[in-house]
């Protein structure tokens, strides 16, 4: 059962931006810890971001200065703004999160993963 749902991925020119969204599935769902990984073809899946309960970040140093993980807790989403991309960038990009119903944690969660193809 899909728990997150990812959205935002595309095909863009090395220099362009786009921004991923990962949204709890369901209206009672809250994310606490969150993180963004990637999985270029032939490679293993790598942390890119990660974000904490208390909006904490991180950043793996191939990414520093170029992405964004933010949150917006109203609306349930995690997002991952990519400016100034690159070839290398090219990946299948998933979302992690801890779910929450209140002060109940449901579980850790994927979602689908969505496409980035980045051109040069």
């Known amino acids: ?3 997150l749902v990812e959205s935002g991925g595309g095909l863009v020119q090395a220099g362009g931006s786009l921004r991923l969204s990962c949204a709890a599935a369901r209206s009672s ?4 810890t969150a993180a963004w990984y990637r999985q270029a073809s032939g490679n293993q899946r790598e942390l890119v971001a990660t974000i904490t309960s208390a909006d904490t970040t991180n950043y793996a140093d191939s990414v520093k200065g170029r992405f964004t993980i933010s949150r917006d807790s109203a609306k349930k989403t995690v997002y991952l703004q990519m400016n100034s991309l690159k070839p290398e960038d090219t990946a299948v990009y998933y979302c992690n999160a801890i779910l ?3 002060t109940l944690r449901v579980g850790d969660y994927w979602g689908q993963g969505t496409q980035v193809t980045v051109s040069s």
């Open 29 to 32: 769902f809250s994310i606490n």
């Open 100 to 102: 929450y119903i209140a």
């Open 1 to 3: 059962q899909v728990q």
